[in-house]
């Protein structure tokens, strides 16, 4: 069978970009010929697809497309909609995958009540499909397939500190108070360093993760935390609230680690002071963290579920 996923971009580490690598490494994993489409590659991050066998086709290459593929995964409004008016291609299964709440790129296409279905990204995003459903005539039906964990997170055998030495912040639009914050740890003697394409673009990765005590970030980055058994502290343009505990994952997760269900902002100050009092207790918790965290998001079980809710719908 054939996939064609769409994405407006494949020029640098975002979510969207990993979820589409990932996404079409699992559809090859159960037999898939999978092929992208995006406005903007870059060379360096087309590197990625191509190792994995998957091409890559922009704006240009329109007459490399098949005439028809099995699968369409439309992502991204603007590319999947001018996909979808190629005259010449057609589907025999579309799904829609929405990432987030923006209008501008992550709006249903006008195509959607052609669809077979839609893939949200959390229980907020879907609550948001759901309730423009009955004005907009919305019909397919909506299964939610979250961030996740895989094995070589689950598997990584991290050791933590009872204190916090080394810290980072992973995010492409950290909150000026938390840049702040970092500048204050730094004046502790603690490491702090933030990543992101503001500032330095790293590729995250068990062993990257494994030199903090701490993480400051939102969305897939929380899972790829707490399965490791490092404290997450879910905050960003957002806000958020901290560190991420048994209490408060469940909620959190609904609202994909975003920080924004609280919209709790604090000052450079306030973050410096919870980061550092607040360590050792969000420390002890982590390794029943850890096991909900793979519980609930490991990646084979989450895949399976949306492969089932494909099989199910398609062909409608």
């Given at each position: ?173 950290p909150a000026?108070?938390c840049l ?137």
């Amino acid at each position: 069978p054939t996939a064609l996923l769409t994405n407006l971009n494949i020029n640098s580490r975002t979510g969207s970009e990993l979820h589409t690598l990932e996404f079409a490494k699992q559809l090859q994993n159960r037999g898939y010929v999978v092929t992208a489409f995006a406005y903007a590659p870059l060379t360096l991050y087309l590197k990625n697809f191509e190792k994995e066998g998957i091409e890559v086709l922009t704006l240009g290459d329109e007459t490399k497309l098949e005439n028809q593929y099995d699968l369409l995964i439309a992502q991204h409004r603007v590319v999947s909609e001018y996909i979808y008016s190629l005259q010449r291609i057609t589907f025999s299964s579309i799904f829609i995958s929405v990432l987030g709440l923006s209008d501008e790129h992550e709006g249903l296409p006008f195509f959607t009540n052609l669809s077979d279905g839609i893939i949200a990204v959390s229980h907020e995003v879907k609550g948001h499909i759901e309730n423009s459903a009955q004005a907009h005539n919305i019909q397919p039906p909506v299964h939610v397939f979250p961030n996740y964990c895989t094995k070589s997170f689950c598997d990584y055998n991290y050791q933590g500190n009872n204190e916090l030495k080394s810290i980072c912040c992973i995010s492409n639009h950290p909150a000026p108070e938390c840049l702040e914050a970092f500048d204050l740890l730094k004046k502790r003697r603690n490491k702090a360093d933030v990543f992101g394409y503001q500032s330095q673009s790293v590729k995250v990765t068990p062993e990257l993760l494994s030199q903090y005590d701490a993480v400051v970030s939102i969305g897939r980055t929380a899972q790829e935390c707490m399965s490791m058994g490092i404290p997450f502290y879910c905050y960003d343009h957002f806000g958020g609230p901290g560190y991420i505990t048994p209490n408060n994952i469940e909620h959190n997760a609904l609202f994909n680690f975003s920080g924004r269900p609280e919209k709790r902002k604090s000052s450079a100050q306030q973050l410096y002071s919870d980061l550092v009092n607040s360590y050792a207790e969000a420390q002890r918790m982590q390794s029943q963290i850890k096991d909900l965290c793979i519980n609930r998001f490991q990646l084979e079980n989450l895949f399976e579920q949306v492969m089932s809710f494909i099989n199910a719908n398609k062909n409608k």
